[in-house]
Structures are given as structure tokens and as C-alpha cells.
């Protein structure tokens, strides 16, 4: 049996349907989840990573674990799962705990707890996520405008899809121990690139409008800690070469190109109609 954890999130969606779809048997568990969030045949538990002794139950029985950066214990995590007789663990952090480990400090206390676990882990390193794009949704849909900061400046991001795919290709298999994988979209594109893409789909025009750091700082802390946009905006608008680079991990593991952003649009162009 196979835990994931944030199963209601972009990733942890995706992956839940894939392990299900091919035959797995998946516990599929969030703070809040039911029966209506998962397919036919995966078990639903609600629990809280922030909390680690309420996942004993999610573990009982499980043989691998895909693990969230989310709470403050990870050690206290890792020995519940450890206590369970887990046997793989695969967390999904992200490529700033390698690039700007002083301001994505979170993931990086995380990656540094699974070798001391004593448990057999792979560490996925996750770009920008594709589906970021859904914070456009409302304002295409009511206005067909998109905003958001540095407009020209381009970042690999990476379809959720493949990243659950990547997940669950390490879970299934072997050799994976002590990995660390680098997960980017194939190409770098601009805020400015991914509105016009969006329009593409929809068949009607979107406006760009770019903001100034200011007024994205000050939309972002409305739902992120101050040092997480400082740190996020640090990225978008300075990117390193690591952070523009494209990753290779991606098509090497699954055998095909990782999805263009364009693809992941137009899976998701009734968000935006």
C-alpha cells in the first residue's frame, strides 16, 4: 500500500489517480478529505503532517510514502512512517532548497531529516509548478487579463502531471535509494509567454498586464509568510542559471519529453472559459 500525503493538491491528485489507475492499492490522505476526493477503491483519511502522531493510522500497512514539505517535524514524521515499516520514502521539495537553501529553509529541513530517518528515501526537487497559472483563473475568466511581475523573465516551469508521474515510477521501482531528482518543464517561458498560451486555448485574447514588484509583493502576502514572497519574488525576477536550467531528470525517467506548458493549458482551459 502506498501513502499520499496533500492527495487533494495538484500533484497529490495526480499521483492518487495514477497509482490507482494502475492498480495500486492507495491511502490517499490530507487535513480534509472524503470519499468524494479520491476514485473508486482508494481509502480517504483525513489527518495532519503538522500533527504526526495523527498519521498512525494512514501508515498502518504501508510498504512507500510520498511525503509534502508541509508542518514542522519532519523527523516526527519520518519516525511514525519508520514505525509503520515504510520502506521507501519520496519527498517532493523544490529546486530553491538546492539554489536558496537560506530562504526555502522549510524544504530544506526536510531533505536534511531523511538520512538521518535511517529509511530508504528519493528526493524530488520540483520547479515552478505549471499549474501556478490557476491563480489567473478568475481574472481571465471575468476580464480576460492576467498580471503578474517581470513580465519577459523565463523560468522552466513544470507540468504537475509529470511530476506525479515521476513520483510514482520511483515509488513502483527500484534503484531510486538515496536519489536526488531535478523536475523542470522542457523549455523556459515567460509570465508574459504563458498568458498568450492561455489565450491560445481559450480562442479569445488575454491582456498582460505587468505588475511592479510592489504590487506583487503586497498580492502575495495576503496568502504567504512576507520571507516566502520576498523569496519567491527573488526567483521570478533574479533567477540563477540552476534555477533557468532545463533538467533532463524528467524525460529520463518516464522515457518521453516532460509536457510544455502549453499542454497543461489546454487540460485545463475550462478553468479559465
Do not use: C
Not at 524530488?124 to 498580471?147: D, F, M, V
Not at 509583493?217 to 496568502?223: D, G, L, P, V
Amino acid at each position: 500500500m502506498i501513502v499520499v500525503t496533500g492527495a487533494t493538491g495538484n500533484v497529490g491528485r495526480a499521483l492518487v489517480a495514477e497509482l490507482s489507475e494502475g492498480g495500486d492499492t492507495v491511502t490517499a490522505l490530507a487535513r480534509h478529505i472524503g470519499t468524494e476526493d479520491v476514485p473508486p477503491g482508494v481509502r480517504a483519511v483525513a489527518a495532519d503532517l503538522g500533527q504526526p502522531q495523527s498519521l498512525a493510522p494512514a501508515l498502518s500497512g504501508a510498504k512507500a510514502l510520498f511525503l509534502l514539505v508541509a508542518g514542522e517535524d519532519p523527523a516526527g514524521i519520518l519516525r511514525q512512517a519508520a514505525a509503520a515499516g515504510v520502506a521507501k520514502v519520496v519527498l517532493l521539495s523544490s529546486l530553491g532548497a538546492g539554489t536558496r537553501p537560506e530562504t526555502y529553509t522549510h524544504a530544506t529541513r526536510f531533505e536534511a531529516a531523511m538520512a538521518p530517518s535511517g529509511l530508504p528515501f528519493t528526493v524530488l526537487r520540483s520547479g515552478g509548478l505549471a499549474s501556478n497559472a490557476l491563480a489567473w483563473a478568475e481574472p481571465i475568466r471575468r476580464y480576460r487579463t492576467a498580471a503578474a511581475p517581470f513580465a519577459d523573465v523565463a523560468l522552466p516551469f513544470v507540468d504537475p502531471d509529470d511530476v506525479a508521474a515521476v513520483a510514482a515510477a520511483v515509488l513502483r521501482g527500484d534503484g531510486h535509494d538515496g536519489a536526488l531528482y531535478t523536475l523542470t518543464g522542457p523549455e523556459p517561458t515567460t509570465p508574459r509567454q504563458r498568458a498568450a498560451a492561455i489565450a491560445a486555448v481559450l480562442g479569445e485574447p488575454v491582456t498582460f498586464v505587468e505588475q511592479s514588484r510592489e504590487e506583487a509583493h503586497a498580492q502575495m502576502i495576503r496568502f504567504m509568510p512576507a520571507a516566502v514572497a520576498e523569496g519567491t519574488l527573488a526567483v521570478l525576477g533574479a533567477p540563477t542559471p540552476e534555477e533557468q536550467a532545463v533538467g533532463t531528470d524528467v524525460e529520463r525517467l518516464l522515457g518521453r519529453p516532460a509536457a510544455p506548458f502549453s499542454a497543461w493549458a489546454a487540460r485545463h482551459v475550462a478553468a479559465f472559459r
